[in-house]
């Protein structure tokens, strides 16, 4: 089973460059979520969609858009990238509310120079 | 706001001893729910324990236990018989059953010493 499955693994952008990173779950779950990590901050939420149609601000929303395209996927857009925002991206799925575990990706690594 | 604080950056425990990472949350509501995860050095994120709010009697999975009191708004974790494999960062957290939101504590790196 592939799980969830973040693309791309790596990434490097130059200040103001934009770019998406995608997100697809093959589980048929209904929540899915965007963390950042970072050192000493542990992941923060940026953005999360508890069913299809619709999205949510997390902890920390500025400077990313999202898009639930479909049950499958939830992919994160930065319109115009920032040295701050140089991080490991996660994104994640859970099947319900409650109990239900989060599965994550493998995580994406961005660079922003 | 909701926040998770873990209040231990870094812990060290002998292998076969046993730790406890403790975790603290801050909500007025009482339909949530409470978990630890771990995270080895390959970045996978792993889940070790879940708590339901509703419910007294503590987690248990084989050697990691929870210690959940309700009242202080504490969930801590407690790993018996340490092992190296153990090792890692271990992150608490919290769920609104309300909304779907889930918060992630800072986070604590365990050292297993040999």
């Known amino acids: 089973n592939a799980g969830v499955t973040q693309t791309p693994k790596f990434q490097v952008l130059k200040t103001g460059q934009s770019m998406t990173l995608q997100c697809a779950q093959d589980m048929n779950h209904n929540s899915m979520y965007w963390y950042r990590q970072d050192p000493g901050m542990g992941l923060r939420l940026i953005y999360y969609?508890?069913?299809?149609?619709?999205?949510d601000k997390g902890e920390v929303p500025n400077g990313y858009n999202v898009s639930r395209l479909n049950k499958r996927e939830f992919s994160l857009r930065l319109e115009s990238a920032a040295p701050s925002q140089t991080s490991v991206y996660f994104c994640?799925?859970?099947?319900?509310?409650?109990?239900?575990?989060?599965?994550f990706g493998n995580g994406t690594r961005l660079t922003v120079t | 706001a909701q926040t998770v604080t873990q209040s231990q950056p870094e812990m060290s425990v002998q292998e076969a001893e046993t730790v406890t990472l403790s975790c603290t949350y801050d909500t007025s509501e009482s339909d949530y729910y409470l978990f630890w995860y771990k995270q080895p050095p390959s970045r996978q994120m792993i889940l070790v324990i879940r708590?339901?709010?509703?419910?007294?009697q503590n987690a248990t999975e084989n050697r990691f236990s929870v210690n959940f009191q309700k009242a202080a708004k504490s969930f801590s974790l407690k790993i018996s018989d340490s092992q190296l494999g153990d090792a890692a960062m271990y992150f608490c957290?919290?769920?609104?059953?309300?909304?779907?939101?889930?918060?992630f504590g800072k986070g604590t790196r365990l050292h297993i010493l040999p």
């Open positions: 957290a919290y769920r609104l059953n309300r909304d779907d939101k889930i918060i």
């Open positions: 969609s508890a069913s299809e149609g619709t999205t």
């Open positions: 994640a799925s859970s099947e319900f509310r409650g109990n239900s575990p989060l599965h």
């Open positions: 708590q339901e709010a509703y419910k007294q």
